[in-house]
């Protein structure tokens, strides 16, 4: 909508106003009039926030298995984005929690396929305003049930250092290379998501409709034994 076209709408709204109060109106009820007018044109002219903010992003950049002594180590590495409104929620005090899983299994054509290896990380985020660090525990069972007590710690003094730390996966051991059998095929599955059940309820009901707060990907390879060479 062009800015001629919106003087001319305006126009019109205000003339109506002026025919409906016959000049005996009081200037609050005319003033209210003129000013919904302004922003019905701007809803309609100019696009909405959501539109043009950049949401929260994750996706798997890099994913392999390497062989070291006798072991099969996954490394990874995610591209992860967060969107201003879940960095604000941080910044609030809001802690966040996030989960990276991995998992081999070998094909059977004559049953499920067996599960040769598993692993997972649970990480809790937050911002600590009196110390202005980030906090960022780790751990192999789920941080909410477990406590902070039994988790790695970790400070950092701004928010890309803290997520650089949960974007990579070095030398995480999967499985024992004596557990891979010759002439097989095996399956890696790679999951990381941001773990919406331990949000607050209000986050939680937000998060199936808002895309920032989606934050989940997977990752399949088709691997042979001689996987890691």
Not at 52 to 77: D, I, M, N, P
Not at 178 to 190: E, G, H, R, V, W
């Amino acid at each position: 909508m062009s800015w001629v076209n919106m003087t001319v709408f305006i126009t019109h709204c205000w003339k109506s106003v002026q025919f409906k109060l016959n000049g005996t109106a009081r200037t609050s009820l005319w003033l209210r009039a003129l000013c919904w007018c302004v922003w019905s044109v701007c809803a309609l002219s100019l696009p909405g926030h959501a539109q043009t903010a950049v949401g929260s992003q994750v996706e798997v950049s890099e994913l392999r298995l390497e062989r070291s002594e006798g072991a099969l180590l996954l490394q990874s590495t995610l591209r992860l984005d967060l969107s201003s409104t879940v960095e604000e929620a941080l910044q609030k005090g809001m802690p966040l929690y996030f989960v990276t899983e991995a998992e081999l299994t070998r094909d059977r054509w004559y049953w499920y396929d067996k599960k040769i290896g598993l692993i997972a990380r649970h990480y809790r985020l937050a911002y600590q305003p009196l110390t202005r660090m980030w906090r960022l525990n780790v751990s192999r069972e789920p941080i909410g049930m477990v406590g902070l007590a039994s988790s790695l710690s970790q400070t950092f003094e701004t928010l890309p250092e803290a997520l650089a730390a949960i974007r990579r996966t070095v030398n995480w051991k999967l499985a024992d290379v004596a557990d891979l059998d010759s002439d097989n095929k095996y399956t890696l599955i790679f999951k990381f998501r941001l773990d919406v059940s331990q949000l607050p309820r209000p986050f939680q009901m937000m998060a199936g409709s808002q895309s920032e707060w989606n934050l989940s990907t997977q990752k399949t390879l088709r691997l042979n034994s001689d996987l890691g060479r």
